[in-house]
């Protein structure tokens, strides 16, 4: 999200048209403007948007995760806010039994890619907006480069392998994104990983074994549900592009519309928490190999094999991507650098990838995720290696007086 300067905003005229509606133009950009059709209007008799507000919203991003029943009023109404760039992600088509709630879509549009048949209605609703549909699967080969480009996420998702996945590439990214579920006439709503706040994880540490949580088509869904979930999914993303009110941060909205009914519950962020996730448990199995591979694949390497290369000679840059506190408690000789695992994106001119570099945490996991990140920024020169283990397994086969924690 990008704040308004002063000079900015002394380019921005507001004023009222002959019919009393009221817009602004921003004069600085020779004729680009936010709103200039009076579209914003509302917002800008909001004191806690106004032309400052909008601009923010213009100059921010939104990927939302699926364009069903929680996508649908989500992308609808985050477009006509006029957030500037808004990613949608979906693989399926547009069912029959989809349009009793998913109103995105229409009946002549059955059969067609829900990506595509989204795109063309949010470009038709707003224009001033920059639509990115992907015809696809969010999945752990693409997660880290399509969320990274986005300010925040909206998961719009019915199941619980890819509500982790998000979860788990936010922490490592540090990206707010904003969870909603349904399930007959019941909805919840919270935001997560803001500000440091708690995660995905926090509050279901593990998923409910299968068979446990019936899908929307199993168990039934009022149509309206979503709706009103996914409107305040947008309201939350909208509140923290933003910088207003009290996001959902450490507390599940829980929607009865039975009973007309809403609670909240306070969660709180579990320090003691790693980060190991199905998102680098799969980037370690399925992309690193103890066998000499290509430049451009992440390889994995054991400690007493690095100390053997490193005392040869090997000129390699050894990353460092625990938290400080850990740093405090057990470093490995020779660590050249330490940024924590979510910070690296933003970091990424300090590494140096036009050599090898082997990055490490405390057991392997949150390290093979930032190799695996580095590799798919397509900057890598050199090889890029996760330190099997971590400080765990250099403890046991290199130095017994490295603490185990």
Known sequence: MVDCDPQTLRNLTLFTDSEGRGHFSELARGGVTAGGDSRYARHLALPEVG?????????ASA???GAGGLGSPALLYLAAAGIGRIGLIDDDTVDLTNL????????SEVGESKAASAERRLTDLNPEVSVEAIEGRLDVTNALAIIQRFDIVIDGTDNFDTRYLIGDAC???DKPWVFGSIHRFEGQVATFNLDGGPNYRDLFPNPPEEGLAPNCEEAGVLGVL???VGSIQATEAIKVILGIGEPLNGKLLVIDALGMGFRTLEFSKDES???VTELEEECCGSCSSDADSPSGLMLEISPSEFVQRRDSGWGVFLLDVRRSQEEAIATISGTDLRIEHNQVPMRMSEIPLDKDVVVYCRTGSRSAAVA???ISTGLAKGEVYNLR?????????????IIKY
């Open 171 to 173: 922490e490592i990214l």
């Open 226 to 228: 979503p709706g009103i």
């Open 100 to 107: 009793q709630r998913q109103v995105l879509h229409s009946t």
């Open 51 to 59: 032309p400052e507000g909008q601009l923010k919203l213009q100059e």
């Open 372 to 374: 695996r990140y580095l």
């Open 63 to 65: 990927l939302v995760i």
């Open 389 to 401: 283990g971590g400080i765990h397994e250099w403890s046991d086969t290199v130095n017994p007086d």
């Open 273 to 275: 928490r790693e980060v």
